[in-house]
């Protein structure tokens, strides 16, 4: 079946430390997102990439870091210099369907930091 | 930048009874999303209007998108209690977004029996 996976689902980590938030799609799409929900929000773009080896940064890009290496993957590093990562993280990717763009969503990493 | 309110933020519906969502946008929209999320979980795609006036049915779910295309509204026939979950109407920015979407803060529905 194809679709997107995100791991791991629950994430703990401890102030000062990096971590990375894997992401995998084989839905041979080119363009992948990077978003962050906060409780009683909507999604805030962090990162997208249209293609392998390019990205750009979105609204809420300080703190974080990501590579697109695979047309597959789209990992994303949250550093210690980001002040509030205790999130839900959601990965998308997406396909264009004549003039629209449909994404499509993983099922999300919720990060807490101790 | 463009904004996306939706409205209400939550609401209480008894199972079969009728409800709708609104999302509004500060400025025209080039397409308007709607998605369903369970708490914890990723979103699903409902779906997508973009022409002024266009209106999609799915099962019991109607979307709406006004003449201006500055509205959207979802509503949902006859409630069951697996429509309880999280809307968000995400939002196409303009014809450079390159598929980047803006989103509401959501709306919180419970069906109760």
């Known amino acids: 079946d194809g679709g997107i996976t995100q791991s791991p689902k629950y994430l703990f980590r401890k102030e000062g430390q990096n971590v990375t938030l894997s992401c995998e799609q084989n839905?041979?799409?080119?363009?992948m997102y990077w978003y962050r929900q906060d409780p009683g929000q909507g999604l805030r773009l962090i990162y997208y990439?249209?293609?392998?080896?390019?990205?750009q940064k979105g609204d809420i890009a300080e703190g974080y870091s990501v590579s697109r290496e695979k047309k597959e993957s789209f990992p994303l590093t949250v550093t210690s210099a980001q002040k509030n990562p205790t999130a839900f993280y959601l990965c998308?990717?997406?396909?264009?369907?004549?003039?629209?763009?449909?994404?499509?969503f993983g099922p999300g990493t919720r990060l807490t930091v101790l | 930048s463009q904004e996306l309110e939706q409205s209400p933020q939550s609401l209480i519906v008894q199972e079969g009874k009728n409800l709708t969502i609104n999302c509004t946008s500060s400025?025209?929209?080039?397409?308007l999303y709607w998605y369903k999320q369970k708490y914890g979980e990723g979103l699903i795609f409902l779906m997508m209007?973009?022409?002024?006036?266009e209106e999609k049915s799915h099962e019991k779910i109607t979307a709406k998108l006004d003449e201006k295309k500055q509205q959207s509204s979802l509503h949902i026939t006859a409630s069951q209690p697996s429509h309880a979950g999280i809307y968000l109407c995400?939002?196409?920015?303009?014809?450079?977004?390159?598929?980047?979407?803006?989103f509401g803060a959501g709306t919180q529905v419970v069906v109760t029996p």
């Open positions: 990439s249209q293609i392998v080896n390019d990205f």
């Open positions: 998308a990717s997406s396909i264009w369907r004549g003039l629209y763009n449909e994404q499509f």
């Open positions: 995400g939002a196409d920015i303009g014809p450079d977004s390159w598929g980047k979407l803006q």
């Open positions: 839905l041979n799409h080119d363009a």
């Open positions: 209007l973009q022409k002024g006036g």
């Open positions: 400025k025209t929209l080039y397409g």
